[in-house]
Nanobody, 127 residues
Framework: QVQLVESGGGLAQAGDSLRLSCAAS????????MGWFRQPPGKEREFVAS????????SYADSVKGRFTISRDNARNTAYLQMNGLEPEDTAVYYC????????????????????WGQGIQVTVAS
C-alpha cells in the first residue's frame, strides 16, 4: 500500500521560507516521478512542481518559478518543496503525489498522471 505523508507546513509571513517534505512508502520510490500540487481556498487544485524519478529533470508552474525548488532524496524515500519568498497568494493546502507510471521520461504537470496522493498540508502566508 502506497502512503505519502506531508510535513513542514504552517503559518508564515510574506517573504518567509518554508520547506515541505513528503515521506513515501509502499513502492520503489526511485522509480516514480513526484509532484506537488496545491488547492487555494475556493479554487481548484493546481500544479506546483514535479521531479523526474532520478531527480534529473524538474517542471514548475509559472507562478512559483524562481521561488520554489523541488528536490528528492531517493535514499530517504522523500521529496521536498523548498518555498522561498512566500506570498499571500501561496496560501493553500499542498499535496504531494506519486506518478502512476514508472520511469516516465519527463515529469508531468497533469494531476491525472499521478495515482497516489498525500492527505495534504496547510500553508498559510500572512501579509
Amino acid at each position: 500500500q502506497v502512503q505519502l505523508v506531508e510535513s513542514g507546513g504552517g503559518l508564515a509571513q510574506a517573504g518567509d521560507s518554508l520547506r515541505l517534505s513528503c515521506a513515501a512508502s509502499g513502492r520503489t520510490f526511485n522509480n516514480y516521478a513526484m509532484g506537488w500540487f496545491r488547492q487555494p481556498p475556493g479554487k481548484e487544485r493546481e500544479f506546483v512542481a514535479s521531479i523526474k524519478y532520478n531527480g534529473q529533470r524538474t517542471s514548475y508552474a509559472d507562478s512559483v518559478k524562481g521561488r520554489f525548488t523541488i528536490s528528492r532524496d531517493n535514499a530517504r524515500n522523500t521529496a521536498y518543496l523548498q518555498m522561498n519568498g512566500l506570498e499571500p497568494e501561496d496560501t493553500a493546502v499542498y499535496y504531494c503525489a506519486s506518478d502512476k507510471i514508472a520511469l516516465r521520461s519527463n515529469p508531468s504537470s497533469r494531476s491525472s498522471d499521478f495515482g497516489y496522493w498525500g492527505q495534504g498540508i496547510q500553508v498559510t502566508v500572512a501579509s
